[in-house]
Protein backbone atom coordinates (compact mmCIF):
# COMPACT_ATOMS: atom_id res chain seq x y z
CA UNK A 1 0.00 0.00 0.00
CA UNK A 2 1.04 3.48 -0.54
CA UNK A 3 2.23 5.93 1.48
CA UNK A 4 -0.59 8.29 0.80
CA UNK A 5 -3.69 6.69 0.06
CA UNK A 6 -6.76 8.01 -1.15
CA UNK A 7 -9.58 6.00 -1.95
CA UNK A 8 -12.79 7.10 -3.36
CA UNK A 9 -12.54 10.46 -1.88
CA UNK A 10 -15.95 12.45 -2.43
CA UNK A 11 -16.96 16.00 -1.91
CA UNK A 12 -20.06 17.97 -2.12
CA UNK A 13 -20.61 21.63 -0.64
CA UNK A 14 -24.38 21.42 -0.09
CA UNK A 15 -25.76 19.73 -3.49
CA UNK A 16 -22.72 20.69 -6.12
CA UNK A 17 -20.48 17.70 -6.01
CA UNK A 18 -16.80 19.02 -6.26
CA UNK A 19 -14.72 15.94 -6.13
CA UNK A 20 -15.90 13.00 -7.65
CA UNK A 21 -14.50 9.32 -6.79
CA UNK A 22 -10.83 10.30 -6.29
CA UNK A 23 -7.96 7.60 -6.17
CA UNK A 24 -4.46 7.88 -5.58
CA UNK A 25 -1.65 6.07 -4.07
CA UNK A 26 1.20 8.60 -3.47
CA UNK A 27 4.83 6.66 -2.11
CA UNK A 28 6.75 7.88 0.37
CA UNK A 29 9.38 10.55 -1.06
CA UNK A 30 7.69 11.08 -4.00
CA UNK A 31 6.51 14.33 -5.36
CA UNK A 32 3.02 14.52 -6.95
CA UNK A 33 1.56 17.89 -8.39
CA UNK A 34 -1.98 18.53 -8.82
CA UNK A 35 -2.72 20.21 -12.26
CA UNK A 36 -5.87 22.02 -13.25
CA UNK A 37 -7.85 25.27 -14.28
CA UNK A 38 -9.34 27.20 -11.17
CA UNK A 39 -12.25 25.12 -9.92
CA UNK A 40 -11.18 21.94 -10.80
CA UNK A 41 -11.46 20.68 -6.77
CA UNK A 42 -7.03 21.01 -5.97
CA UNK A 43 -7.58 22.55 -3.06
CA UNK A 44 -10.04 20.97 -1.81
CA UNK A 45 -8.49 17.52 -2.31
CA UNK A 46 -5.33 18.82 -0.82
CA UNK A 47 -7.74 20.24 2.14
CA UNK A 48 -8.78 16.98 2.96
CA UNK A 49 -5.94 15.35 3.20
CA UNK A 50 -4.83 18.20 5.89
CA UNK A 51 -7.87 17.71 7.70
CA UNK A 52 -9.43 21.36 7.13
CA UNK A 53 -12.71 20.04 5.29
CA UNK A 54 -14.68 16.16 5.70
CA UNK A 55 -14.87 14.45 3.03
CA UNK A 56 -18.48 13.19 2.40
CA UNK A 57 -17.14 9.53 1.20
CA UNK A 58 -14.16 8.07 0.74
CA UNK A 59 -10.73 7.80 3.02
CA UNK A 60 -7.66 9.39 3.20
CA UNK A 61 -4.85 6.74 5.07
CA UNK A 62 -1.32 8.25 6.00
CA UNK A 63 1.38 5.53 6.77
CA UNK A 64 -1.46 2.74 7.16
CA UNK A 65 -3.42 4.93 9.67
CA UNK A 66 -6.74 6.04 8.64
CA UNK A 67 -6.87 10.00 8.74
CA UNK A 68 -10.52 10.40 9.49
CA UNK A 69 -10.84 11.02 13.19
CA UNK A 70 -8.21 13.04 14.07
CA UNK A 71 -8.00 16.57 13.52
CA UNK A 72 -5.91 18.93 11.53
CA UNK A 73 -3.83 19.58 14.48
CA UNK A 74 -2.98 15.86 14.87
CA UNK A 75 -2.10 14.84 11.55
CA UNK A 76 1.49 16.10 11.60
CA UNK A 77 0.85 17.40 7.96
CA UNK A 78 3.07 20.75 6.87
CA UNK A 79 0.97 23.31 5.17
CA UNK A 80 2.34 25.98 3.01
CA UNK A 81 -0.36 28.33 1.59
CA UNK A 82 -0.27 30.74 -1.60
CA UNK A 83 -0.78 33.98 0.92
CA UNK A 84 2.26 32.34 3.04
CA UNK A 85 0.38 32.90 6.04
CA UNK A 86 3.69 33.65 8.57
CA UNK A 87 3.03 34.88 11.91
CA UNK A 88 3.12 38.59 11.68
CA UNK A 89 3.45 39.08 15.56
CA UNK A 90 6.59 36.17 15.30
CA UNK A 91 10.11 37.24 13.92
CA UNK A 92 11.55 34.72 11.40
CA UNK A 93 13.05 32.08 14.26
CA UNK A 94 9.70 32.08 16.21
CA UNK A 95 7.62 31.28 13.31
CA UNK A 96 9.80 28.07 12.41
CA UNK A 97 10.06 27.64 15.72
CA UNK A 98 6.76 27.84 16.15
CA UNK A 99 5.46 24.27 15.77
CA UNK A 100 7.84 23.21 17.90
CA UNK A 101 7.64 24.85 20.65
CA UNK A 102 3.72 23.66 20.60
CA UNK A 103 4.88 20.66 20.46
CA UNK A 104 6.88 21.09 23.66
CA UNK A 105 10.72 20.45 22.53
CA UNK A 106 13.19 22.07 24.74
CA UNK A 107 14.46 25.36 23.87
CA UNK A 108 18.28 24.19 22.97
CA UNK A 109 16.48 21.50 20.77
CA UNK A 110 14.62 24.61 18.54
CA UNK A 111 17.35 26.36 18.08
CA UNK A 112 19.55 23.46 16.79
CA UNK A 113 16.60 22.81 14.58
CA UNK A 114 15.71 26.71 13.57
CA UNK A 115 19.30 26.71 12.47
CA UNK A 116 19.26 23.82 10.56
CA UNK A 117 15.72 24.85 8.80
CA UNK A 118 17.33 27.92 8.25
CA UNK A 119 19.93 26.91 6.88
CA UNK A 120 18.35 24.79 4.21
CA UNK A 121 16.36 27.93 2.86
CA UNK A 122 19.42 29.81 3.13
CA UNK A 123 17.72 32.85 5.08
CA UNK A 124 20.22 32.30 8.37
CA UNK A 125 21.22 35.83 8.23
CA UNK A 126 17.59 36.88 8.75
CA UNK A 127 16.06 34.92 11.87
CA UNK A 128 15.51 38.49 13.41
CA UNK A 129 13.70 40.10 10.39
CA UNK A 130 9.92 39.97 10.96
CA UNK A 131 7.85 39.22 7.95
CA UNK A 132 6.59 42.37 6.46
CA UNK A 133 10.98 42.90 6.37
CA UNK A 134 11.30 40.15 3.77
CA UNK A 135 10.11 39.96 -0.08
CA UNK A 136 7.67 37.47 -1.14
CA UNK A 137 10.11 34.61 -2.35
CA UNK A 138 11.68 34.67 1.57
CA UNK A 139 8.22 34.92 3.16
CA UNK A 140 7.38 31.92 1.51
CA UNK A 141 10.74 29.95 2.03
CA UNK A 142 10.06 30.71 5.48
CA UNK A 143 7.05 29.39 5.49
CA UNK A 144 8.32 26.35 4.31
CA UNK A 145 10.87 26.10 6.65
CA UNK A 146 8.38 26.66 9.46
CA UNK A 147 6.48 23.61 8.26
CA UNK A 148 9.20 21.55 7.45
CA UNK A 149 10.44 21.89 11.02
CA UNK A 150 8.27 20.12 12.67
CA UNK A 151 9.51 16.58 10.66
CA UNK A 152 5.56 16.48 9.07
CA UNK A 153 4.66 12.82 7.20
CA UNK A 154 3.78 14.78 4.22
CA UNK A 155 4.03 18.55 2.85
CA UNK A 156 1.29 19.86 0.90
CA UNK A 157 1.98 23.10 -0.92
CA UNK A 158 -0.93 24.95 -2.51
CA UNK A 159 -0.26 27.33 -5.33
CA UNK A 160 2.76 28.48 -3.36
CA UNK A 161 4.55 30.13 -5.96
CA UNK A 162 1.77 32.25 -7.54
CA UNK A 163 1.62 35.20 -5.75
CA UNK A 164 6.07 35.82 -6.52
CA UNK A 165 7.17 37.24 -9.99
CA UNK A 166 8.53 35.00 -12.96
CA UNK A 167 12.10 34.85 -12.18
CA UNK A 168 11.62 33.67 -8.74
CA UNK A 169 8.98 31.52 -9.30
CA UNK A 170 11.40 29.52 -11.51
CA UNK A 171 14.40 29.50 -9.34
CA UNK A 172 12.00 28.74 -5.45
CA UNK A 173 10.26 25.84 -7.92
CA UNK A 174 13.83 24.18 -8.15
CA UNK A 175 14.80 25.04 -4.58
CA UNK A 176 11.35 23.37 -3.87
CA UNK A 177 12.24 20.09 -5.42
CA UNK A 178 15.47 20.30 -4.34
CA UNK A 179 15.27 20.52 -0.56
CA UNK A 180 12.44 17.98 -0.96
CA UNK A 181 14.89 15.57 -2.71
CA UNK A 182 17.38 16.09 0.30
CA UNK A 183 14.90 15.81 2.88
CA UNK A 184 12.75 12.32 1.13
CA UNK A 185 9.55 14.19 2.20
CA UNK A 186 6.57 12.88 0.61
CA UNK A 187 4.99 16.42 -1.37
CA UNK A 188 1.65 17.41 -2.93
CA UNK A 189 2.15 20.15 -4.80
CA UNK A 190 -1.18 21.96 -5.79
CA UNK A 191 -0.16 24.46 -9.35
CA UNK A 192 -2.58 25.54 -12.42
CA UNK A 193 0.78 26.31 -14.19
CA UNK A 194 1.26 23.15 -16.66
CA UNK A 195 5.09 24.50 -16.61
CA UNK A 196 5.67 24.00 -13.16
CA UNK A 197 4.19 20.61 -12.76
CA UNK A 198 6.03 19.12 -15.63
CA UNK A 199 9.43 20.38 -14.45
CA UNK A 200 9.25 19.81 -10.82
CA UNK A 201 7.16 16.43 -10.45
CA UNK A 202 7.70 12.55 -10.02
CA UNK A 203 4.33 12.64 -10.97
CA UNK A 204 1.39 14.65 -11.99
CA UNK A 205 -2.33 14.49 -11.73
CA UNK A 206 -4.34 16.42 -14.39
CA UNK A 207 -7.25 17.22 -12.70
CA UNK A 208 -10.75 18.30 -14.62
CA UNK A 209 -14.33 19.23 -13.10
CA UNK A 210 -13.13 17.42 -9.84
CA UNK A 211 -11.82 14.17 -11.65
CA UNK A 212 -8.78 13.07 -11.98
CA UNK A 213 -8.21 12.69 -16.40
CA UNK A 214 -5.10 11.52 -16.28
CA UNK A 215 -1.97 10.44 -13.76
CA UNK A 216 1.29 9.81 -15.09
CA UNK A 217 5.06 11.25 -14.85
CA UNK A 218 5.99 14.34 -16.74
CA UNK A 219 6.94 12.45 -19.88
CA UNK A 220 3.76 10.28 -20.05
CA UNK A 221 1.42 13.45 -19.17
CA UNK A 222 2.94 15.20 -21.81
CA UNK A 223 3.60 12.64 -24.97
CA UNK A 224 0.90 10.41 -24.19
CA UNK A 225 -2.02 12.90 -22.70
CA UNK A 226 -5.07 10.36 -22.45
CA UNK A 227 -8.33 12.80 -23.13
CA UNK A 228 -8.56 15.92 -25.09
CA UNK A 229 -8.39 17.70 -21.83
CA UNK A 230 -5.08 16.96 -20.67
CA UNK A 231 -4.01 17.24 -24.24
CA UNK A 232 -5.23 20.76 -24.41
CA UNK A 233 -4.53 21.71 -20.95
CA UNK A 234 -1.09 20.35 -20.69
CA UNK A 235 1.51 21.89 -23.39
CA UNK A 236 -0.15 23.39 -26.33
CA UNK A 237 -0.90 20.53 -28.40
CA UNK A 238 -3.00 20.47 -31.39
CA UNK A 239 -6.46 19.02 -32.02
CA UNK A 240 -6.79 18.43 -35.38
CA UNK A 241 -10.34 16.67 -36.66
CA UNK A 242 -10.16 13.63 -38.77
CA UNK A 243 -12.27 10.19 -39.64
CA UNK A 244 -11.55 6.72 -39.16
CA UNK A 245 -10.40 5.11 -42.65
CA UNK A 246 -9.93 1.64 -41.49
CA UNK A 247 -9.41 1.12 -37.54
CA UNK A 248 -8.04 -2.30 -37.90
CA UNK A 249 -4.95 -0.83 -40.20
CA UNK A 250 -5.22 2.51 -38.01
CA UNK A 251 -6.02 4.25 -40.96
CA UNK A 252 -7.35 7.94 -40.85
CA UNK A 253 -8.47 10.40 -43.23
CA UNK A 254 -7.39 14.09 -42.73
CA UNK A 255 -8.84 16.49 -45.17
CA UNK A 256 -9.70 14.15 -48.07
CA UNK A 257 -5.92 12.82 -47.42
CA UNK A 258 -5.09 9.65 -46.28
CA UNK A 259 -2.65 8.85 -43.13
CA UNK A 260 -1.35 5.50 -41.48
CA UNK A 261 -1.29 6.07 -37.79
CA UNK A 262 1.36 4.15 -36.01
CA UNK A 263 -1.06 1.33 -34.28
CA UNK A 264 -4.81 0.28 -34.64
CA UNK A 265 -7.21 2.22 -33.41
CA UNK A 266 -9.45 0.13 -30.45
CA UNK A 267 -13.08 1.03 -29.99
CA UNK A 268 -14.09 3.11 -32.90
CA UNK A 269 -15.39 2.14 -36.26
CA UNK A 270 -14.82 2.70 -40.02
CA UNK A 271 -16.38 6.24 -41.04
CA UNK A 272 -16.51 7.91 -36.71
CA UNK A 273 -14.83 11.17 -36.30
CA UNK A 274 -11.59 11.23 -34.35
CA UNK A 275 -9.32 13.78 -33.07
CA UNK A 276 -6.11 13.29 -33.06
CA UNK A 277 -3.22 15.39 -31.44
CA UNK A 278 -0.06 16.79 -33.05
CA UNK A 279 2.61 18.34 -30.41
CA UNK A 280 3.79 21.87 -31.67
CA UNK A 281 7.48 20.78 -31.86
CA UNK A 282 6.76 17.40 -33.67
CA UNK A 283 5.14 19.54 -37.15
CA UNK A 284 7.45 21.81 -39.56
CA UNK A 285 6.75 23.71 -42.82
CA UNK A 286 10.91 24.31 -43.59
CA UNK A 287 11.37 22.65 -47.34
CA UNK A 288 13.06 18.81 -46.57
CA UNK A 289 12.07 18.66 -42.90
CA UNK A 290 11.58 15.24 -41.73
CA UNK A 291 8.28 13.92 -41.63
CA UNK A 292 6.05 11.34 -44.07
CA UNK A 293 3.47 13.35 -44.08
CA UNK A 294 2.49 16.71 -45.28
CA UNK A 295 -0.85 19.14 -45.24
CA UNK A 296 -1.30 22.14 -47.22
CA UNK A 297 -2.34 25.19 -45.10
CA UNK A 298 -2.52 28.30 -44.84
CA UNK A 299 -0.56 30.69 -42.38
CA UNK A 300 -2.94 32.68 -39.76
CA UNK A 301 -0.13 34.29 -37.91
CA UNK A 302 3.07 33.90 -36.55
CA UNK A 303 4.86 34.69 -32.57
CA UNK A 304 8.38 35.21 -32.02
CA UNK A 305 8.91 33.94 -28.56
CA UNK A 306 12.58 34.05 -28.01
CA UNK A 307 13.98 31.09 -29.34
CA UNK A 308 11.11 29.67 -30.89
CA UNK A 309 8.79 30.97 -33.65
CA UNK A 310 5.22 29.73 -32.99
CA UNK A 311 3.18 29.61 -36.24
CA UNK A 312 -0.70 29.40 -36.44
CA UNK A 313 -1.69 27.37 -39.63
CA UNK A 314 -4.76 27.12 -40.83
CA UNK A 315 -5.67 23.39 -42.19
CA UNK A 316 -9.02 22.35 -43.88
CA UNK A 317 -11.17 23.56 -40.37
CA UNK A 318 -8.81 22.86 -37.62
CA UNK A 319 -6.10 25.98 -36.60
CA UNK A 320 -2.61 24.10 -35.81
CA UNK A 321 0.26 26.00 -33.90
CA UNK A 322 3.77 24.57 -34.29
CA UNK A 323 7.02 25.84 -33.19
CA UNK A 324 10.21 26.22 -35.02
CA UNK A 325 13.33 27.43 -33.49
CA UNK A 326 14.67 30.94 -34.01
CA UNK A 327 17.16 31.26 -36.86
CA UNK A 328 18.33 34.46 -38.53
CA UNK A 329 19.25 32.45 -41.68
CA UNK A 330 15.49 31.63 -42.10
CA UNK A 331 13.10 34.12 -42.94
CA UNK A 332 9.24 33.59 -41.15
CA UNK A 333 5.88 32.81 -42.59
CA UNK A 334 4.11 35.67 -43.50
CA UNK A 335 0.16 35.89 -42.90
CA UNK A 336 -1.95 34.56 -45.67
CA UNK A 337 1.10 32.01 -47.17
CA UNK A 338 0.42 28.88 -48.34
CA UNK A 339 2.40 26.38 -46.98
CA UNK A 340 2.88 22.65 -46.68
CA UNK A 341 2.59 21.13 -43.01
CA UNK A 342 4.99 18.42 -42.21
CA UNK A 343 5.53 15.59 -39.83
CA UNK A 344 5.77 12.31 -39.50
CA UNK A 345 2.19 10.45 -38.81
CA UNK A 346 3.30 8.31 -36.06
CA UNK A 347 3.60 11.80 -34.11
CA UNK A 348 -0.20 11.63 -34.11
CA UNK A 349 -2.33 10.52 -31.30
CA UNK A 350 -5.55 9.07 -30.85
CA UNK A 351 -7.42 11.24 -28.01
CA UNK A 352 -10.41 10.00 -26.20
CA UNK A 353 -12.95 12.68 -25.29
CA UNK B 1 -5.04 77.12 -5.66
CA UNK B 2 -3.69 79.55 -2.56
CA UNK B 3 -7.06 81.57 -1.83
CA UNK B 4 -8.25 77.48 -1.43
CA UNK B 5 -5.69 76.86 1.13
CA UNK B 6 -6.26 79.89 3.14
CA UNK B 7 -10.01 79.09 2.97
CA UNK B 8 -9.16 75.78 4.89
CA UNK B 9 -6.81 77.29 7.09
CA UNK B 10 -9.81 79.71 7.83
CA UNK B 11 -12.24 77.04 8.60
CA UNK B 12 -9.79 75.11 10.58
CA UNK B 13 -9.11 77.81 12.99
CA UNK B 14 -12.77 78.64 13.20
CA UNK B 15 -13.15 75.02 14.30
CA UNK B 16 -10.76 75.16 16.77
CA UNK B 17 -11.55 78.32 18.31
CA UNK B 18 -14.89 76.68 19.00
CA UNK B 19 -13.17 74.11 20.76
CA UNK B 20 -10.34 75.61 21.97
CA UNK B 21 -12.02 79.27 23.40
CA UNK B 22 -14.50 77.33 25.89
CA UNK B 23 -11.58 74.74 27.31
CA UNK B 24 -9.27 77.97 28.06
CA UNK B 25 -12.41 79.66 29.14
CA UNK B 26 -12.87 76.73 31.49
CA UNK B 27 -9.20 76.11 32.56
CA UNK B 28 -8.86 80.20 33.39
CA UNK B 29 -12.07 79.95 35.32
CA UNK B 30 -10.59 76.57 37.32
CA UNK B 31 -7.27 78.97 37.99
CA UNK B 32 -9.39 81.86 39.56
CA UNK B 33 -10.52 79.81 43.14
CA UNK B 34 -8.19 82.39 44.97
CA UNK B 35 -8.71 85.94 44.46
CA UNK B 36 -6.84 88.10 42.46
CA UNK B 37 -4.31 85.94 41.56
CA UNK B 38 -4.21 82.41 39.56
CA UNK B 39 -3.91 79.08 41.47
CA UNK B 40 -4.32 75.28 41.46
CA UNK B 41 -6.37 76.13 45.16
CA UNK B 42 -9.31 74.18 43.18
CA UNK B 43 -7.36 71.17 41.87
CA UNK B 44 -6.10 70.89 45.37
CA UNK B 45 -9.36 71.15 46.77
CA UNK B 46 -10.53 68.40 44.46
CA UNK B 47 -7.57 66.60 44.98
CA UNK B 48 -7.92 66.57 48.73
CA UNK B 49 -11.66 65.34 48.78
CA UNK B 50 -11.81 61.94 49.47
CA UNK B 51 -15.06 61.14 47.51
CA UNK B 52 -12.93 62.40 44.35
CA UNK B 53 -10.17 59.56 44.90
CA UNK B 54 -12.66 57.04 45.86
CA UNK B 55 -15.08 57.68 43.01
CA UNK B 56 -12.34 57.44 40.84
CA UNK B 57 -10.98 54.70 41.63
CA UNK B 58 -13.92 53.03 41.80
CA UNK B 59 -14.62 53.96 38.25
CA UNK B 60 -11.24 52.79 37.46
CA UNK B 61 -11.27 49.53 38.94
CA UNK B 62 -14.85 49.08 36.76
CA UNK B 63 -12.92 50.71 33.30
CA UNK B 64 -10.18 48.31 33.60
CA UNK B 65 -12.37 45.01 34.51
CA UNK B 66 -14.91 46.17 31.64
CA UNK B 67 -11.60 46.03 29.40
CA UNK B 68 -10.66 42.84 30.25
CA UNK B 69 -14.25 41.19 30.19
CA UNK B 70 -14.73 42.80 27.18
CA UNK B 71 -12.37 41.57 25.46
CA UNK B 72 -12.66 38.15 26.56
CA UNK B 73 -16.06 38.38 25.00
CA UNK B 74 -15.35 40.60 22.14
CA UNK B 75 -12.34 38.79 20.89
CA UNK B 76 -13.42 35.22 20.75
CA UNK B 77 -16.29 36.27 19.24
CA UNK B 78 -15.23 38.40 16.50
CA UNK B 79 -12.91 35.86 15.55
CA UNK B 80 -15.15 32.81 15.26
CA UNK B 81 -17.54 35.02 13.44
CA UNK B 82 -15.18 35.53 10.95
CA UNK B 83 -13.49 32.09 10.78
CA UNK B 84 -16.80 29.81 11.31
CA UNK B 85 -19.61 32.03 10.85
CA UNK B 86 -19.08 34.78 7.92
CA UNK B 87 -23.11 34.87 7.23
CA UNK B 88 -23.84 35.92 10.58
CA UNK B 89 -21.31 38.89 10.46
CA UNK B 90 -24.20 41.47 9.62
CA UNK B 91 -26.94 39.93 12.32
CA UNK B 92 -23.71 40.46 14.93
CA UNK B 93 -22.77 43.88 13.59
CA UNK B 94 -26.01 44.91 14.09
CA UNK B 95 -26.56 43.43 17.74
CA UNK B 96 -23.02 45.16 18.83
CA UNK B 97 -24.56 48.91 17.14
CA UNK B 98 -27.88 48.60 19.07
CA UNK B 99 -26.07 50.25 22.64
CA UNK B 100 -25.93 53.46 19.92
CA UNK B 101 -29.56 53.08 19.36
CA UNK B 102 -31.15 52.60 22.80
CA UNK B 103 -30.47 55.01 25.13
CA UNK B 104 -28.79 53.76 27.97
CA UNK B 105 -31.60 55.10 30.64
CA UNK B 106 -34.10 52.31 29.22
CA UNK B 107 -31.03 49.35 29.31
CA UNK B 108 -30.67 50.49 32.88
CA UNK B 109 -34.37 50.07 33.92
CA UNK B 110 -34.48 46.78 31.62
CA UNK B 111 -31.86 45.42 34.10
CA UNK B 112 -33.47 46.95 36.88
CA UNK B 113 -36.59 45.04 36.14
CA UNK B 114 -34.68 41.76 35.16
CA UNK B 115 -32.94 41.48 38.04
CA UNK B 116 -33.92 43.68 40.98
CA UNK B 117 -33.88 41.86 44.29
CA UNK B 118 -37.12 39.83 43.99
CA UNK B 119 -36.32 38.24 40.37
CA UNK B 120 -34.81 35.00 39.74
CA UNK B 121 -31.39 36.31 39.56
CA UNK B 122 -31.48 38.95 42.00
CA UNK B 123 -27.67 40.85 40.86
CA UNK B 124 -29.11 44.20 42.60
CA UNK B 125 -29.82 42.53 45.73
CA UNK B 126 -26.07 42.86 46.94
CA UNK B 127 -23.48 45.27 46.04
CA UNK B 128 -21.14 42.40 44.31
CA UNK B 129 -24.27 42.09 42.36
CA UNK B 130 -24.60 45.25 41.61
CA UNK B 131 -20.88 46.21 40.77
CA UNK B 132 -21.17 43.47 38.29
CA UNK B 133 -24.36 44.15 36.92
CA UNK B 134 -22.41 47.94 36.26
CA UNK B 135 -20.20 46.35 34.79
CA UNK B 136 -21.71 44.46 32.31
CA UNK B 137 -23.49 47.67 31.62
CA UNK B 138 -20.84 49.11 30.39
CA UNK B 139 -19.64 45.86 28.35
CA UNK B 140 -22.41 46.54 26.54
CA UNK B 141 -22.02 50.51 26.17
CA UNK B 142 -18.66 50.07 24.91
CA UNK B 143 -19.49 47.07 22.80
CA UNK B 144 -19.96 48.83 19.62
CA UNK B 145 -16.28 50.50 19.48
CA UNK B 146 -14.76 47.19 21.03
CA UNK B 147 -15.80 44.93 18.23
CA UNK B 148 -15.88 47.40 15.75
CA UNK B 149 -12.55 48.25 16.86
CA UNK B 150 -10.87 44.50 16.61
CA UNK B 151 -13.39 43.38 14.18
CA UNK B 152 -11.01 45.92 11.86
CA UNK B 153 -8.08 44.66 12.98
CA UNK B 154 -8.62 40.94 12.26
CA UNK B 155 -9.76 42.44 8.61
CA UNK B 156 -6.19 43.56 8.19
CA UNK B 157 -4.81 39.64 8.66
CA UNK B 158 -6.20 36.30 7.23
CA UNK B 159 -7.44 35.08 10.36
CA UNK B 160 -8.57 31.92 8.52
CA UNK B 161 -5.55 30.78 6.72
CA UNK B 162 -3.21 32.30 10.44
CA UNK B 163 -5.54 29.86 11.85
CA UNK B 164 -5.15 26.91 9.37
CA UNK B 165 -1.35 27.55 9.38
CA UNK B 166 -1.16 27.41 13.36
CA UNK B 167 -3.67 24.39 13.04
CA UNK B 168 -1.63 22.27 10.50
CA UNK B 169 1.55 22.64 13.24
CA UNK B 170 -0.25 21.35 16.06
CA UNK B 171 -1.67 23.80 17.80
CA UNK B 172 -5.06 23.71 19.96
CA UNK B 173 -7.63 26.76 19.64
CA UNK B 174 -5.76 28.64 23.25
CA UNK B 175 -2.92 28.65 21.41
CA UNK B 176 -4.14 29.61 18.33
CA UNK B 177 -6.42 32.47 20.66
CA UNK B 178 -3.15 33.87 22.35
CA UNK B 179 -0.83 33.45 20.44
CA UNK B 180 -1.53 33.68 16.86
CA UNK B 181 -4.30 35.75 16.52
CA UNK B 182 -4.15 38.38 19.73
CA UNK B 183 -0.55 39.54 19.44
CA UNK B 184 -2.05 40.65 16.02
CA UNK B 185 -4.49 42.34 16.55
CA UNK B 186 -3.58 44.18 19.47
CA UNK B 187 -3.62 47.36 18.00
CA UNK B 188 -7.59 46.66 17.88
CA UNK B 189 -7.77 45.52 21.44
CA UNK B 190 -6.08 48.22 22.57
CA UNK B 191 -7.84 51.37 21.02
CA UNK B 192 -10.94 49.49 22.11
CA UNK B 193 -9.84 49.44 25.55
CA UNK B 194 -8.90 53.53 25.42
CA UNK B 195 -12.27 54.32 24.54
CA UNK B 196 -13.94 51.84 26.95
CA UNK B 197 -12.19 53.50 29.37
CA UNK B 198 -13.00 57.24 28.34
CA UNK B 199 -16.75 55.91 28.17
CA UNK B 200 -16.48 53.88 31.74
CA UNK B 201 -15.25 57.51 33.43
CA UNK B 202 -17.11 59.85 32.51
CA UNK B 203 -20.68 57.26 32.57
CA UNK B 204 -23.27 59.03 34.63
CA UNK B 205 -27.12 57.27 34.33
CA UNK B 206 -26.73 53.51 34.54
CA UNK B 207 -24.15 54.60 37.96
CA UNK B 208 -26.57 57.03 39.05
CA UNK B 209 -29.34 54.38 38.46
CA UNK B 210 -27.55 51.78 40.07
CA UNK B 211 -26.69 54.30 42.51
CA UNK B 212 -22.49 52.82 42.69
CA UNK B 213 -19.98 55.83 43.81
CA UNK B 214 -18.69 55.85 40.38
CA UNK B 215 -16.50 59.05 38.96
CA UNK B 216 -19.60 60.06 36.39
CA UNK B 217 -22.44 61.02 39.20
CA UNK B 218 -19.61 62.68 41.60
CA UNK B 219 -18.72 64.73 38.77
CA UNK B 220 -22.08 65.81 38.14
CA UNK B 221 -22.92 66.27 42.03
CA UNK B 222 -19.38 68.77 42.25
CA UNK B 223 -21.34 70.54 39.48
CA UNK B 224 -24.59 71.40 41.41
CA UNK B 225 -22.81 72.28 44.52
CA UNK B 226 -19.46 74.13 43.78
CA UNK B 227 -17.97 77.27 41.59
CA UNK B 228 -15.00 76.73 40.54
CA UNK B 229 -14.03 72.70 41.21
CA UNK B 230 -16.31 71.43 38.41
CA UNK B 231 -13.87 73.22 36.35
CA UNK B 232 -10.88 72.02 37.74
CA UNK B 233 -12.63 68.47 37.00
CA UNK B 234 -13.95 68.96 33.42
CA UNK B 235 -10.28 70.08 32.80
CA UNK B 236 -8.86 66.57 34.94
CA UNK B 237 -11.66 64.82 32.68
CA UNK B 238 -10.44 66.17 29.35
CA UNK B 239 -6.93 65.37 30.00
CA UNK B 240 -7.81 62.11 30.73
CA UNK B 241 -9.29 61.83 27.57
CA UNK B 242 -6.69 63.26 25.58
CA UNK B 243 -4.44 61.14 27.25
CA UNK B 244 -6.21 57.94 26.22
CA UNK B 245 -6.45 59.27 22.50
CA UNK B 246 -2.81 59.91 22.22
CA UNK B 247 -1.95 56.50 23.61
CA UNK B 248 -4.37 55.14 21.32
CA UNK B 249 -1.86 57.22 18.56
CA UNK B 250 1.26 55.78 20.36
CA UNK B 251 0.06 52.42 20.39
CA UNK B 252 -1.44 52.41 16.65
CA UNK B 253 2.02 53.64 15.47
CA UNK B 254 3.95 51.31 17.47
CA UNK B 255 2.16 48.40 16.41
CA UNK B 256 2.38 49.43 12.53
CA UNK B 257 5.98 49.49 13.01
CA UNK B 258 5.97 46.18 14.59
CA UNK B 259 3.73 44.68 11.16
CA UNK B 260 2.64 47.24 8.58
CA UNK B 261 -0.93 44.75 8.08
CA UNK B 262 -1.99 45.96 11.71
N1 LIG C 1 -16.26 26.22 1.35
C1 LIG C 1 -16.82 26.08 0.14
N2 LIG C 1 -18.17 26.18 -0.01
C2 LIG C 1 -18.74 26.02 -1.21
N3 LIG C 1 -18.08 25.75 -2.35
C3 LIG C 1 -16.75 25.64 -2.28
C4 LIG C 1 -16.04 25.79 -1.04
N4 LIG C 1 -14.72 25.62 -1.28
C5 LIG C 1 -14.61 25.37 -2.59
N5 LIG C 1 -15.81 25.37 -3.20
C6 LIG C 1 -16.07 25.11 -4.62
O1 LIG C 1 -15.43 23.91 -4.96
C7 LIG C 1 -14.86 24.00 -6.25
C8 LIG C 1 -13.40 23.59 -6.18
O2 LIG C 1 -12.71 24.54 -5.42
P1 LIG C 1 -11.16 24.47 -5.18
O3 LIG C 1 -10.82 25.59 -4.28
O4 LIG C 1 -10.80 23.10 -4.74
O5 LIG C 1 -10.59 24.74 -6.63
P2 LIG C 1 -9.08 24.84 -7.11
O6 LIG C 1 -8.87 23.75 -8.07
O7 LIG C 1 -8.18 24.89 -5.94
O8 LIG C 1 -9.08 26.23 -7.86
P3 LIG C 1 -7.99 27.41 -7.88
O9 LIG C 1 -6.97 27.02 -8.88
O10 LIG C 1 -8.77 28.60 -8.32
O11 LIG C 1 -7.45 27.54 -6.49
C9 LIG C 1 -15.08 25.41 -6.74
O12 LIG C 1 -16.15 25.39 -7.65
C10 LIG C 1 -15.44 26.17 -5.49
O13 LIG C 1 -16.37 27.18 -5.81
MG1 LIG D 1 -6.96 26.41 -5.07
Known amino acids: ?353 | MKAQRLGAWIAIAIGASYFIIPLLGTLEFSLRMRRGAYSFDAYESVFADLQFRETFGYSMLMAVLTIAFGMLLVVPTAYWVRLRLPQVRPIVEFVTLLPLVIPAIVIVFGYLRLYNSSSILPLTGSTSGTNALLMFSYMTLSLPYMYRAVDTAMRAIDVRTLTEAAESLGAKWPTILFRCIFPNVMSGVLSGAFITFAIVMGEFTMAALLNRPAFGPYLQLVGANKAYEPSALAVIAFAITWLSMGLIQLVSRFQKSASPKA
Open chain 1, 1 to 353: MAFLTLTNIQKSFGLVQVVHNFNMGIEKGEFVSFLGPSGCGKTTILRMIAGFETPSGGSVVINGKDQGALKPNQRNIGMVFQAYALFPNMNVHDNVAFGLKVAGASKTDIDIRVKQMLGLIKLEHLADRFPYQLSGGQQQRVALARALAVKPQVLLLDEPLSALDAKIRISLREEIRQIQQQLGITTVFVTHDQEEALSISDRIVVMNAGRADQIGTPFEIYNTPATRFVASFVGTLNIIEGKVADPATGAVTIGGQRIALKEPIAGLKGGDSISLALRPEAASIAEGSKGDTSLPGEVVSTSFLGSVIRTKLRVGDDVISFDMFNDPGITPPVAGENVSLRFAAKDLLVIRE
